[in-house]
C-alpha cells in the first residue's frame, strides 16, 4: 500500500492547485440547487460551541463546507477574542471531495516596512520580544484566505455567512474560562481600544461569564456581509488599525495603507508524506504543517499498532524531539530563506531521521538534520515555548467536501490593541532574535515584510483511493505530538475520534518528556527515565479537533473536540441528504 500512498502524494502535488475556479463577485450570484450526495454524511467539530452551532446552521441552509467554516471562523472571532480575530492570520486546508484533492491555505500576517531586526536581537541574558503595542504588529491576512476559500468553494453570500457572527457580538457573549484566565496574564494597553472591551471602570479584567458586547465589531461584521470581506485593507477600519498602531502607548510603529494591502495569501498544493495507512497532508511553510508530517512520518516508521503504552510514549518523545529541531532550526518564511522541508520530507531522509529512536534508550537532545542546501552559518536558536492560543474549525459537507482552519493572533488578545473593536495581532511575537555573533544566522528572524513561523497545522489525511480519512488541528510546540497521537490512533489503532484524543498527551519540545497528568501516562515516568528521558507530568491544554471517516462503508463520519478545551462536535448520518434551494454561483 505505501507504494500507491508515495503516488497518490505526486497526484496532489500536480493536481491541488488546479481546482480554483476563477474568481468572481460574490454581489451577483444565481440561483442553484444544491444536494446532498448520499455516498457522505457531515460533520462539524470547532473550539466554541457558538461557532459549531453558526457552521451547523449554514450547512442545513445548504451551504458547502467552505461557507460553514467561514462563519465559523467569523463567529470564533466574537466568541474567542484571547485567540482570534479579523485581523489575525491562520492556514486552512480544503478537500474538494469530487476531484478527491485537497489544497493548501496560509495566511500568515506579514511584517510592515517600518519592524527593525534590532528589536528581537537579545540584549545581554534574554531576549526582549515584541509581545504586546505597536511594534507587535503585522499586516493581517486571515479575510483576504476566507475570501479565497469563499471563491474557490462556496455558495452562500457573505450576509448569510456573517449574519450569526454579527448578531453575537451585537447582543452579547459570555467571557469563556479560557478567556478570563487569558485576560489576567496579559496587558492591554491603555486608550488602545481593547481595555474599554475587556476591563471594567476600575481596570479589573472581567471574570468569566462576564456579557461582552462589541458593537463596534458587529458594525464591522455587518460591513462584511454588505460589502465583502476587503474591509480592513482601506476606508474607515483600515485607517483605524494605522492609527491604533502609529499612535500606540506602548512601542508605536508607523504603518501605511500599503503595508495592509500588501498581506498576501499563499494558495499552493499542501506538503505531504506517506505513512503506512494514509498519505497525509499540510499546510506548507511558514506553518508547523512540515513539522507535524515529519513527527507523524518519524513515528509512523518506528512504530505498530501492537506497540506496547510504555513503547509508543517513549517513541512519540523521540519523534516529536527530533521533528521540532528541525523546526526551530530551519522553519521560516520560504520567500526570504530557502524551503529546506521538501528535503527533510524525503522518504530516505525521513528513514535516516528516524534511525536514532530507539526502544531501549533516549538518545537524547539531537541535533537539527544536515543538509547540503542550508545557508552557511545557519544556527538553532533557544528554546522558546511558543504555545499561542488558536480557534479552529473543521467542516465535512454532505457532498463530501472538507474545510480544516485555524486562527491565530500570535499571543493572548494579540498586540493588546483594538481599532473599530477588531483585536489586532501580535505576529511580529512569532520571529526570533537575530544572532548575536556577525556571520551566525537564525532562518526565523525578523525582517520588513517577512511571515513569521505559524505556530498552527491543519492537516488532512487520504487514503490510497484519495479519498478523506480525517482532519484535525493543534497548536503549539507541542502540536507535533498532539495531531501524530491523534493520527495514529486513528490510522493504527482503530480509535473512534472521541477515543484518539481521549488518549494522554506526551510531548517533547525541550529536554523534558512531559506526560499528561491524571492520565495513565504519568504511570510510566519512572520507566522512562530508567532510559534516559527527564520527565515532567504536567497539565496540557491540546485542544484538538479531529473528524474521522467511520470505517464501516457508510461514508458517514466521527467528529470529536477535546475536553481539556470548551469545544463542541456534531455529526449527521447520510440516511436524510439535505436539499435547499439556496443562491450561490452557477
Avoid at 450576509?159 to 487569558?182: D, T, W, Y
Amino acid at each position: 500500500m505505501s507504494g500507491r500512498i508515495t503516488g497518490l502524494i505526486a497526484g496532489i502535488a500536480l493536481l491541488a492547485l488546479s481546482l480554483a475556479p476563477t474568481a468572481q463577485s460574490f454581489a451577483a450570484q444565481p440561483q442553484v440547487r444544491v444536494e446532498g450526495d448520499p455516498a457522505a454524511g457531515a460533520a462539524v467539530a470547532s473550539d466554541d460551541q457558538a461557532a459549531t452551532d453558526a457552521a451547523w446552521a449554514v450547512l442545513e441552509a445548504g451551504g458547502t463546507a467552505v461557507d460553514a467554516a467561514i462563519a465559523g471562523a467569523l463567529t470564533l472571532s466574537v466568541t474567542m477574542p484571547h485567540a482570534a480575530s479579523l485581523a489575525g492570520g491562520g492556514a486552512a486546508m480544503r478537500y474538494d471531495g469530487k476531484a478527491r484533492q485537497v489544497v493548501a491555505y496560509v495566511a500568515r500576517e506579514q511584517a510592515p516596512a517600518a519592524v527593525n531586526p534590532e528589536w528581537l536581537k537579545p540584549l545581554g541574558e534574554k531576549p526582549a520580544p515584541a509581545l504586546i503595542g505597536g511594534r507587535s504588529f503585522g499586516a493581517p491576512s486571515l479575510l483576504s484566505m476566507l475570501e479565497r476559500l469563499h471563491t474557490d468553494g462556496g455558495l452562500l453570500p457573505w450576509s448569510m455567512l456573517a449574519e450569526r457572527a454579527e448578531q453575537l457580538a451585537r447582543v452579547g457573549v459570555p467571557l469563556s474560562e479560557f478567556a478570563a484566565k487569558s485576560l489576567k496574564r496579559v496587558y492591554l494597553v491603555k486608550r488602545g481600544g481593547a481595555q474599554e472591551i475587556f476591563l471594567d471602570n476600575t481596570g479589573t479584567p472581567q471574570p468569566a461569564g462576564t456579557i461582552i458586547r462589541n458593537r463596534e465589531l458587529a458594525a464591522v461584521l455587518a460591513a462584511i456581509g454588505r460589502d465583502g470581506p476587503t474591509v480592513l485593507s482601506g476606508g474607515v477600519a483600515g485607517n483605524a488599525i494605522i492609527r491604533a498602531i502609529s499612535e500606540s502607548r506602548i512601542d508605536p510603529m508607523p504603518i501605511t495603507l500599503d503595508d495592509l494591502e500588501q498581506a498576501k495569501v499563499v494558495v499552493a498544493a499542501p506538503a505531504c508524506v506517506a505513512l503506512s495507512r494514509a498519505a497525509l497532508c499540510g499546510p506548507p511553510a511558514p506553518t508547523l504543517g512540515p513539522a507535524v508530517l515529519q513527527a507523524a512520518a518519524l513515528f509512523d516508521r518506528t512504530t505498530t499498532g501492537e506497540a506496547s503504552a510504555f513503547d509508543w510514549t517513549n517513541r512519540m518523545a523521540q519523534a516529536h524531539r527530533l521533528a521540532i529541531t528541525d523546526a526551530r532550526h530551519f522553519l521560516t518564511d520560504p520567500d526570504f530563506f530557502p524551503d529546506l522541508y521538501p528535503a527533510l520530507l524525503e522518504p530516505r531522509r525521513l528513514d535516516r531521521r528516524a534511525r536514532p529512536i530507539s526502544a531501549t534508550r533516549n538518545p537524547g537532545r539531537p541535533g537539527a538534520s544536515r543538509l547540503s542546501k542550508a545557508p552557511r552559518g545557519l544556527t538553532t536558536p533557544r528554546d522558546r515555548r511558543m504555545n499561542p492560543p488558536t480557534a479552529s474549525i473543521i467542516v465535512v459537507d454532505q457532498t463530501g467536501h472538507a474545510v480544516a482552519l485555524s486562527i491565530t493572533l500570535s499571543h493572548p488578545y494579540g498586540a493588546g490593541i483594538a481599532a473599530r473593536g477588531v483585536i489586532l495581532n501580535a505576529t511580529n511575537a512569532g520571529f526570533d532574535g537575530a544572532h548575536a555573533r556577525q556571520g551566525y544566522l537564525v532562518a526565523n528572524s525578523m525582517e520588513p515584510g517577512k511571515r513569521a513561523a505559524l505556530f498552527a497545522a491543519p492537516v488532512m489525511a487520504l487514503d490510497q483511493d484519495r479519498r478523506l480519512v480525517l482532519a484535525a488541528t493543534s497548536s503549539g510546540l507541542n502540536a507535533p505530538a498532539y495531531l501524530t497521537k491523534a493520527v495514529s490512533a486513528t490510522l493504527l489503532y482503530g480509535k473512534t475520534a472521541k477515543g484518539a484524543l481521549g488518549a494522554p498527551n506526551v510531548a517533547s519540545a525541550t529536554r523534558l518528556t512531559e506526560l499528561e497528568g491524571r492520565t495513565p501516562a504519568e504511570r510510566l515516568a519512572d520507566q522512562l527515565d530508567d532510559i534516559g528521558h527527564r520527565s515532567r507530568v504536567r497539565k496540557r491544554e491540546s485542544h484538538l479537533l479531529l473528524i474521522s471517516r467511520r470505517n464501516d462503508g457508510t461514508g458517514n463520519y466521527d467528529a470529536a473536540a477535546d475536553q481539556r478545551g470548551l469545544g463542541t462536535a456534531r455529526t449527521r448520518d447520510r440516511v436524510q441528504p439535505w436539499r435547499k434551494l439556496v443562491p450561490g454561483r452557477g
